[in-house]
Structures are given as structure tokens and as C-alpha cells.
């Protein structure tokens, strides 16, 4: 799909303006921890955010870094996904956190191609990392982020997984800012999340709604 400079410009503006006006405070944000970045995501999939503040503290205030976690005791990774749900993402967070030691002396890579050799680590979770834990230009693609490329571009994905789409994840790329992209990213997170939903979207409230295929 052909997307102007202009209107790549225009889309960055909007959404950046929107999100100083209402961003969303979490205790994992502008960290640029990579390992407390790397928990919280694990905790966000499939999961209200206001559920995993209290479960994000409680493992990083008893596992202070990825050797630690890697080392982590089952039953007490169990007991703090207990109250969110989806149990399989403890095993999946130690698995991820044992691979990196294995792989890379300890140390969470700071390079794509590193990262994404790591088993349990996908697009997502790899471009976040990069993003977020080492603040580097990277684009994140999650559902949310899929739909309003859909509804706003009318770009759709022919994968069944969009989120592994690499055409989808160039076309995110090539609108992320060359300086503000964690404010970029965070911004688009925080809009599917909030405005444009999957269900009953705020489209009264949207800054794109003029150019919505939704609407």
C-alpha cells in the first residue's frame, strides 16, 4: 500500500498530540530495563493492565534480574499468574528467561537477530524489547495495532497470523518517527487500547475518525 510522507507526517502528529494529552502511567514505562520490560509483557498478554501492576512488583522485587528469574521457583511463578489467568505464561516466562542465559552469558541481546533466535521470543515481544529496554527504532504489532492499520489504512493481513505478517510489520515500521518512537509506540498501544477498541470503540472520540473504514 502507497502512503504519502505527508500523510505519515500527519498520522505521527495526531497520535503524538493525543498521547500527551492522554497517556497512561505504568511503573514498567521508560524504565529502559530490558528484563523488567520482558515481565511485564509476558504479564500484559490476553490481560486487562490494571490486573498486572501488583503481579509485575512481586516478581521483580524477589527476581532482580534474568539469572534470578531463570532460576525462579515454579510454584511461586504459578501462584502470581494465579489471579490473572493463562498459567501457561509462567512456564513460558522462565523457559524465555533459562534461553537467554543459556544463549547470550546472562545478558538480554540488545540486536534483532539475536533476540529473535531466542525460543519463546516473537516479533512483539522482540520489537518491544528493542523499543522499550534498549530505546531503539523499533516498530511493536499487536492486534490492536492491526486494527488500526485496518481501519485507518484499510491494511489487512492474509496471514493467519497477522501478528507475524513481515509485510505488516514494514508497514509499522515505516510510520514510527525517527524520535519519538517509544512515545510512538506507547502512543498506539495506549489509542487501540483505549479509543480504538475491538468492541464498542470511542469513534465520537477519535482524532482519525474523518478517515475511518470503520465508520
Request: charged share 30%; net charge neutral; aromatic share 16%.
Amino acid at each position: 500500500m502507497y502512503i504519502s510522507d505527508e500523510e505519515i507526517y500527519m498520522f505521527q502528529c495526531f497520535l503524538l498530540d493525543w498521547y500527551d494529552k492522554n497517556k497512561r502511567n505504568f511503573p514498567w514505562r521508560y524504565t529502559f530495563d530490558p528484563y523488567k520490560v520482558l515481565v511485564s509483557e509476558i504479564l500484559l498478554q490476553q490481560t486487562n493492565v490494571d490486573k498486572v501492576v501488583e503481579p509485575y512488583f512481586r516478581i521483580i522485587n524477589k527476581y532482580k534480574n534474568i539469572h534470578e528469574l531463570a532460576e525462579s521457583e515454579d510454584v511461586f511463578l504459578k501462584n502470581v499468574f494465579k489471579g490473572i489467568g493463562l498459567f501457561y505464561r509462567a512456564d513460558r516466562l522462565k523457559n524465555i528467561a533459562g534461553n537467554i542465559v543459556n544463549y547470550n552469558k546472562k545478558v538480554i541481546p540488545d540486536k534483532w537477530d539475536e533476540l529473535i533466535k531466542i525460543k519463546g521470543i516473537g516479533y512483539y515481544i522482540c520489537s518491544a524489547l528493542l523499543c522499550f529496554g534498549f530505546n531503539k527504532p523499533y516498530a511493536v504489532l499487536d492486534t490492536n495495532v492491526i486494527r488500526i492499520f485496518e481501519r485507518i489504512f484499510d491494511i489487512k493481513s492474509e496471514k493467519k497470523r497477522p501478528r507475524d505478517d513481515i509485510k505488516l510489520f514494514e508497514f509499522a515500521q515505516l510510520l514510527i518517527p525517527e524520535d519519538r518512537y517509544v512515545d510512538y509506540n506507547y502512543a498506539i498501544l495506549d489509542f487501540g487500547a483505549c479509543i480504538c477498541t475491538m468492541y464498542n470503540p470511542k469513534c465520537s472520540q477519535c482524532i482519525f475518525r474523518f478517515n475511518c473504514e470503520n465508520i
